[in-house]
């Protein structure tokens, strides 16, 4: 049975590689993925798209766990995430087009793992700054 950390890595290969195989094999239909803005995406269908969005709206989208700390099934992880976006990122607010812009960004995921499948994972980042980095906000003043 791999470590719950090692399910994570997993997901995040199998998410970038595009592999919705490993991705089946890692979730379920109680899965739940629950992101800041407030949308859930429940089961391994939904999962899938919500990933297939997310690596369609930047190809080149690279995920390292720096920083993990692990408590019986559960691990939370500091994540720094990058990628430009040169494809439409959809999301519940409405589609946002291609803006050739890089994101470089600190997510804090709390994933819950039981028998090796993900059951819920608790994704936080600054919405803010993503989209201050796309251009669709302005920088703030400088103080």
């Known amino acids: 049975m ?11 290969s199998a998410m970038i590689g595009q592999d919705w195989d490993t991705i089946r094999t890692l979730t379920d239909a109680s899965t739940t993925f629950r992101f800041p803005d407030g949308s859930e995406h429940r089961g391994t269908d939904q999962v899938i798209e919500v990933c297939e969005q997310w690596v ?3 190809p080149d989208l690279h995920v390292d766990m720096v920083e ?3 408590a019986g099934n559960t691990i939370c992880s500091r994540i720094h995430l990058t990628g430009t976006q040169t494809g439409t990122l959809i999301t519940p607010m409405g589609d946002i087009p291609p803006t050739g812009r890089k994101v470089d ?3 804090i995921d709390w994933v819950v793992v039981e028998d090796g499948r ?6 936080r980042f600054d919405q803010l700054t993503m989209m201050m980095q796309l251009g669709l906000l302005p920088e703030p003043a400088a103080v």
Do not use: C
């Open 118 to 123: 993900i059951v819920e994972w608790l994704i």
């Open 56 to 58: 369609t709206a930047m």
């Open 68 to 70: 993990v700390v692990e």
């Open 2 to 12: 791999p470590t719950n950390r090692q399910v994570v890595e997993t997901f995040f």
């Open 105 to 107: 960004l600190w997510p």
